[in-house]
């Protein structure tokens, strides 16, 4: 028995297909069947401290779900800029959740992997008469780029900064008509149905120098936006980032910021355990303890690091000690994380 929202995706594509062959090109208004209010409750809810960029998600997803946007480039086109572990491929990872309900439905090109000039055959495929031009075959996944006619598909170009210019000047075809043809010939990308991000982690460490100088916060956002802006013009060329819709950059994870990112990771932890049929409360002491050893320059991701190293070896522990236990507490003892079983009534 289909699913009511397969029903509704069908008859959907139906009928823009329909649309198309009376030439009436394809239908636009509200064809997403994403609701713009849930996806943000759920990056809201998993990302912390990238309010602004959040807010410009937003933005972009009502362009994209009103259908106004070019017909003739992808739906979008975004730059995100920041440290490691801030939030960037979260949030694209938390964008396919919502919208396909697997948190890896996206196309993942690592830019890291084509440092060199030649390697702009790898993304393109080999041109023909060379081996593999007649199989097509690239790193791009055709069906994760197209979507759906009611689902966006969804592109990550991860650590732009490493990819050599041939290959970002290859993406400029993408950026401008939305099409990439592959280099055989026989074979064009479709990106029009396509959310593209970039990530890079240009002009970080610029920024992070200014995160310690000891002026007004605003002064040091401001400051700190242009050492990144003035980066980024120095590695890409301006016909490149002309063509971005939006070049978004995120914040550190430190400070204040580290709490609520440990509440984030714990309540992952929690819920992994409650489906074992086990309860884990965690003191204060012990968030705290974790909070006052983060690395900054890890951002989140020291957080997750610590709790992989820190706590849950105590909880396996625990477990293993006592399988038949239910509820446990996690306290520190001497700097180090120790698990007591909770009295039940
Ligand atoms: N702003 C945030 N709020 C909550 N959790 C975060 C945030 N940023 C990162 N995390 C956590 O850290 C992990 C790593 O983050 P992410 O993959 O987004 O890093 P990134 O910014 O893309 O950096 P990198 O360039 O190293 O890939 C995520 O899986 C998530 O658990």
Redesign the pocket.
Same mark, same amino acid.
């Given at each position: 028995m289909p699913f009511v929202n397969e029903l509704i995706e069908h008859n959907r594509t139906q009928i823009a297909q329909a649309s198309d062959r009376a030439g009436q090109g394809p239908i636009s208004a509200s064809r997403f069947l994403f609701d713009v209010e849930a996806v943000m409750a759920l990056l809201r809810s998993?990302?912390? &401290?990238?309010d602004a960029v959040l807010g410009e998600i937003e933005a972009m997803l009502r362009v994209v779900k009103a259908g106004i946007g070019d017909p003739e480039r992808p739906l979008t086109v975004n730059l995100f800029l920041?440290p490691? &572990?801030?939030?960037?491929?979260?949030i694209v990872r938390l964008l396919a959740q919502a919208i396909h309900g697997k948190p890896d439905a996206f196309c993942r090109i690592d830019m890291n992997t084509l440092a060199q000039e030649h390697y702009a055959a790898a993304l393109t495929g080999a041109p023909p008469g060379y081996v593999g031009s007649k199989e097509g075959t690239t790193l791009f996944d055709a069906e994760a780029i197209a979507g759906s006619f009611s689902r966006p598909g969804i592109v990550l170009f991860d650590e732009l900064e490493k990819a050599s210019r041939e290959v970002v000047r290859s993406l400029l075809n993408v950026l401008d008509s939305g099409r990439l043809t592959l280099a055989a010939g026989n074979r064009t990308l479709d990106f029009r149905n396509a959310l593209v991000f970039m990530?890079s982690?240009i002009g970080a460490r610029q920024a992070a120098r200014w995160e310690r100088w000891p002026i007004p916060r605003t002064g040091r956002s401001a400051l700190r936006s242009r050492s990144v802006r003035q980066a980024l013009h120095r590695h890409f060329d301006s016909e490149f980032l002309n063509r971005l819709d939006r070049t978004l950059q995120?914040d550190s994870?430190q400070g204040d910021r580290l709490m609520p990112?440990l509440d984030?990771?714990l309540s992952k932890l929690t819920q992994r355990l409650l489906r074992q049929g086990v309860q884990l409360q965690v003191d204060s002491a012990v968030k705290q303890a974790i909070c006052r050893t983060h690395d900054p320059r890890f951002?989140?991701?020291d957080v997750?690091r610590q709790l992989r190293t820190r706590l849950e070896p105590a909880v396996a522990d625990a477990l293993l000690r006592d399988p038949e236990g239910r509820a446990w507490r996690a306290l520190l003892h001497d700097d180090a994380i120790r698990l007591e079983p909770v009295a039940r009534d």
């Open positions: 998993r990302i912390i &401290g990238q920041g490691t &572990g801030v939030g960037k491929t979260e990530t982690n995120f994870i990112v984030v990771e951002g989140a991701r997750a």
